[in-house]
């Protein structure tokens, strides 16, 4: 059984442009969650995908969208980057509404300067 | 508005010793809480759970305590090793009516515990 891959893990984005980041689920798991981590705070919940579609959104700018794959895999994109975009993000796999399965990725570190 | 609340950033316990970690939270409509660990570097691995219908949840050397009326919850690791040294993230979801697709987390607070 594999668990949540994220890629890449590291990444430094200039002010303004774009990113895409990359999340496996694990093996079974239909929903994926994004998660923002600033530093020395909790995760925030940017979204969630089932079934291709956004099931959930927190509270974050349409410059912040998502794409779930018919292989479950998601990706999170971020538009015209800010300084306070810096942060952990984190995707999480899981059967819709089944915590105790919500399985986290080691995370993307970004960093925009 | 920080509606789940963990006000000790840090603790730092003895081996062997009992630790407690609190969390608080504002919005009455959760009714489902979680406990994560977290290491440097990996992605935070569920812990332990308690839904609001219950008082105390127990898991090995992990108990969660539910005070519904005070709104606080803890967590108390019995007894303490220092492989649990970690940041610990206390978590909350709405679980009604199927929409519960969302975590809410505190800011965490990092155990460490001294052998």
């Known amino acids: 059984e594999t668990g949540v891959t994220q890629s890449p893990t590291h990444l430094i984005k200039t002010r303004g442009q774009q990113v895409t980041l990359r999340c496996s689920s694990q093996?079974?798991?239909?929903?994926v969650s994004w998660y923002q981590q600033a530093l020395g705070q909790g995760p925030q919940f940017i979204f969630q995908y089932y079934r291709e579609e956004e099931n959930g959104r927190g509270n974050f700018p349409p410059r912040f969208s998502g794409l779930q794959f018919p292989n479950y895999s998601s990706e999170l994109n971020v538009n015209a980057l800010e300084l306070d975009d810096s942060a952990l993000y984190l995707c999480?796999?899981?059967?819709?509404?089944?915590?105790?399965?919500?399985?986290f990725g080691s995370g993307t570190r970004l960093t925009v300067v | 508005d920080q509606q789940v609340k963990q006000n000790s950033p840090s603790l730092s316990v003895q081996e062997g010793r009992i630790s407690i970690l609190n969390c608080d939270y504002t919005?009455?409509?959760?009714?489902?809480f979680l406990w994560y660990k977290k290491y440097p570097a990996e992605g935070p691995t569920f812990l332990i759970s308690?839904?609001?219908?219950?008082d105390k949840n127990e898991d090995g050397r992990f108990t969660v305590f539910l005070n519904k009326s005070a709104k606080h919850l803890s967590l108390h690791i019995v007894p303490s090793q220092p492989g649990d040294s970690a940041v610990y993230f206390c978590?909350?979801?709405?679980?009604?009516?199927?929409?519960?697709?969302?975590?809410?987390f505190g800011k965490g607070t990092l155990l460490t515990v001294n052998p």
């Open positions: 308690i839904s609001s219908i219950k």
């Open positions: 919005n009455s409509m959760f009714d489902y």
């Open positions: 978590a909350a979801s709405k679980n009604s009516g199927g929409s519960n697709y969302k975590l809410t």
């Open positions: 093996s079974g798991h239909n929903t």
């Open positions: 999480a796999s899981s059967s819709l509404q089944d915590f105790y399965g919500y399985t």
